[in-house]
Structure formats: C-alpha cells, structure tokens
C-alpha cells in the first residue's frame, strides 16, 4: 500500500517533469520561429507611375541601392507609364545592367501600360512580367518640338538611334528582338497576351505574390554569372520615395507644371500692374521658377512655349501702352494656342488635362481681364487730384466777380481766385471752366 506522502511526491515529480517539458516545447518552437524569421527572404517594391523623368530615375536608382543594401534578393518595379525623357530611362537602364540584385519589372495594375520609355525598360528587365489587361509599346521618339517628323534627318537618326537600343537589350535579355525595333521604328504596341506569345515578355501574372511563386527557379544573369531566384516564399518590402522624390515626381506632372507656370505669370502681372503688392510679384516668382524647372524635366513644344511667352508679351504691353484691348486679346489667343501645344507632342507620354487646363485659363484670363479693364478706365478717368482735378467741379461766389475783374470763388473746399464773362454777385452757383496759373475761369450755372 501507498502511504499519502508517497503518493504526493509522486504526484509533484511528474508535474515537475510536464513543466520542464512544456519549457523545452516552448524554447524550441521560439528559436525556431527566429530561424525561420531570420532565414525569410526579402524582395523590395516600388511603384513607379507618371512619366519617366530626373525624379523618378533618382527614386529608381536611390531605391536599387538601398534594396541591395537591405539584402534584397530582387527588387520589384510596379510600372505604369505612358512614357517620358529618353535621357532618364538611359539612367534607368544604365542602373539595372549594373545592379548586383536581379531587377523584376512588372505592369501593374490591369488597365496599365509600358509605353515608350517604359516598353524599353522592361526589355532591360532581368525578369519582365505584366499584369492581364495592360499593355507595352509605342516607342517611337518624339521630338522636343512636337509632332511627328518623320521625313526629318534628325528624327530618323533619333529613330534608328533608339532602335538599335532596344534592339541590343532585347537580344541581351533572350527577349524578341524584332518586336523590340518594331515597337520603336513603326510604335507596334501589343497586349500582354501577345507579348508573352511573340516573347516580349516572360510571363503574365494576376497579382505580385503570384508573380513571386512563378519566376521561383528562374536563372538570370547578374554581372556575368547566373543566379538562381528563390522567390517563392519571399516578403514584399515597399521603399517608399523621399520627400524631395516625392515633390520632383508630382510638379514634373504636366498638368501642375502648367498651373505654376500660369500662377507665376498672373503673379507677376498684379506685380506690375500694382507696383509694390510685393506678394503678388513673390509668390509668381517662385511659381514660374518652379513651372519652368518642371518644364525642363518634360518634352516641351517649342512652338507652344514661343506662344505663351508672346501671349505674356502681349498682355505686359498693354499695362503700358493705350492699345484700346487689341494687346490683350491678342495675348489671351496666344497664350491659349501655345497652352494647347505646350504638352500636346502626341506619343511623348505627357498630355495636358483639358479639364485643368480650361479651368486655370479662365481663370487667368479672367483676371488680365480685370486688371486692363482697371489700367483702361484709370487711364481714361478725369484726374480728381491737383489743380486739373478742379475742371468741371461746382462750386459759389464768395466775393463778387466783376467780370474780368477778379472775385472769390469756394470749390472742392478751398477758396480761389476766379474770373467770369459777366459780373457774377455773391451767392452765385459757378462751374469752373479753365485754369490759369492759381486763377480759375468760371461760368454761372443754374442754382
């Protein structure tokens, strides 16, 4: 038989046991979710939508060096663009064939597009993929001037220029090379089923997660040596833009640049027209400062920017010379002509808004508007100070007037010497007719 202290021993040993084994379960699944933490791979993100210009070439290349700095195994780049500065995806493909981390170009969401600049970035891609319902291609240069030059020298060895590029990143990526010229040469586009059919592309995927779990096995050349992804199980890290990235990316949007350009030009036109406002005249200074430096970061129309800068000619004129409005509305036509073209360069991958720009021109005209209307009518005004401000006021005899004989008149508060054609006796209404000297000419009126 058991005593009742040997049975409690017992029983307190074994909840010793369950209790150091509980402990050692708890260790072990602890440690091992802190290997498989440290052990999961990471793959950075960014979204790169808008135009392809200097700010979002600085954020890709910024964003490239901090993923390899992170231990990134690939970074990824959601792209949505319909194009922009040839001089920034050169950057941008300069960056990737450099990169010591495999680069995934991917066009996201469905609806999107890789045009223009954006088509020849995915041919550089280590891995390019697109979303189903989005689009690639249309890479024809277009010209700083606008339109579309064909016959022109120049264009034709921009042309053959920009083909040839994208001709050698597809061959160096096993990508169609032929599709590649003829995207540039003849702005073949194609969906993204036929892209991946012709092989312009490597895979089509729904969403980035999928993506991640098809290219998983996939050997790419980095820096001359193949490398094999394990992407499978990786974690997406999102390497947002700077503030400097941020504000560079959002004026070099045409339809703001086109907003500070017009409120920097309405600023300095109250600057002139009201000499030392001070307000007006600074904040227009800083807006046009900065609708210009936007404008540098965009294919601009010569002809449109010459039309506006005629337009504001026009209207600074008219604060200045009595043109009866015939300078201002000739600025008004200048400047809306010129505000179509300026951003107007079909396939360039920058339009302007027309449900910004004919708001902000209404409202720019608006204002010249009033401001002529003020300078006219104060220019045409009868001058109400100084002795000519006296002409044509009223006013009584004070002390008679015998004709040439000089009497007292009160006007506009003051006494005056005055003469009349006829003896005018005190108390008589008078009108002033002429001045001469410090002596006014006067009339008799009706009381």
């Not at 609806?111 to 989005?134: D, E, I, K, N, R």
């Not at 009033?370 to 006219?376: S, T």
């Not at 220019?379 to 100070?385: N, T």
Request: glycine share 10%; with cysteine.
């Amino acid at each position: 038989m058991f005593s009742p202290n040997r049975l409690s021993m017992a029983s307190f040993a074994y909840l010793r046991r369950c209790a150091a084994f509980l402990f050692i379960l708890v260790l072990v699944f602890f440690f091992s979710g802190q290997g498989y933490a440290a052990g999961q791979v990471t793959v950075s993100r960014i979204v790169l939508s808008g135009s392809v210009n200097p700010a979002s070439a600085q954020y890709f290349s910024r964003a490239l060096d901090q993923a390899h700095a992170d231990g990134s195994v690939a970074l990824l780049v959601e792209l949505d663009t319909p194009g922009g500065l040839v001089s920034s995806l050169r950057l941008m493909v300069q960056d990737v064939l450099a990169s010591k981390i495999p680069v995934i170009v991917y066009v996201s969401p469905s609806g999107a597009q890789a045009a223009s600049a954006g088509a020849l970035l995915m041919l550089s891609a280590h891995v390019a993929a697109m979303s189903p319902g989005t689009e690639i291609g249309a890479a024809h240069p277009v010209g700083m001037g606008g339109g579309d030059k064909s016959g022109d020298i120049m264009s034709k060895k921009a042309a053959s220029d920009i083909a040839a590029y994208a001709r050698s990143l597809a061959e160096l990526r096993g990508r169609n090379p032929e599709w590649a010229e003829q995207a540039v040469r003849q702005s073949r586009a194609s969906s993204a089923q036929e892209a991946i059919r012709i092989g312009a592309i490597d895979l089509i995927a729904a969403t980035p997660s999928m993506l991640l779990r098809e290219i998983d096995g996939k050997r790419v050349k980095i820096g001359g040596r193949e490398l094999v992804l394990e992407t499978a199980r990786a974690r997406l890290s999102l390497i947002e833009p700077a503030f400097q990235e941020q504000v560079l990316m959002r004026i070099a949007d045409p339809n703001i640049a086109y907003i500070l350009f017009l409120a920097g030009l309405v600023g300095l036109y109250f600057e002139l027209a009201n000499p030392g406002a001070i307000f007006p005249g600074v904040a227009g200074a800083v807006s046009l400062l900065l609708g210009l430096y936007a404008m540098q970061m965009l294919p601009v129309s010569i002809t449109g920017a010459l039309l506006l800068a005629l337009g504001v000619l026009f209207l600074g004129l008219e604060l200045f010379v009595t043109s009866g409005g015939v300078l201002a509305i000739a600025g008004l036509i200048a400047l809306f002509a010129g505000s179509l073209m300026l951003f107007g360069t079909p396939g360039s991958g920058t339009e302007l808004s027309l449900f910004v720009f004919l708001p902000v021109f209404v409202v720019f005209a608006v204002a010249a508007g009033a401001i002529v209307r003020v300078v006219l009518s104060s220019s045409s005004a009868r001058q109400l100070s100084g002795q000519e401000g006296l002409l044509g006021e009223s006013g009584r005899v004070v002390r008679q007037i015998e004709g040439a004989s000089a009497g007292k008149v009160f006007v506009h508060g003051e006494l005056w010497e005055a003469v009349a054609g006829e003896k005018l006796p005190e108390g008589t209404s008078i009108r002033v007719t002429g001045i001469t000297g410090l002596q006014l000419q006067v009339t008799k009126t009706e009381e």
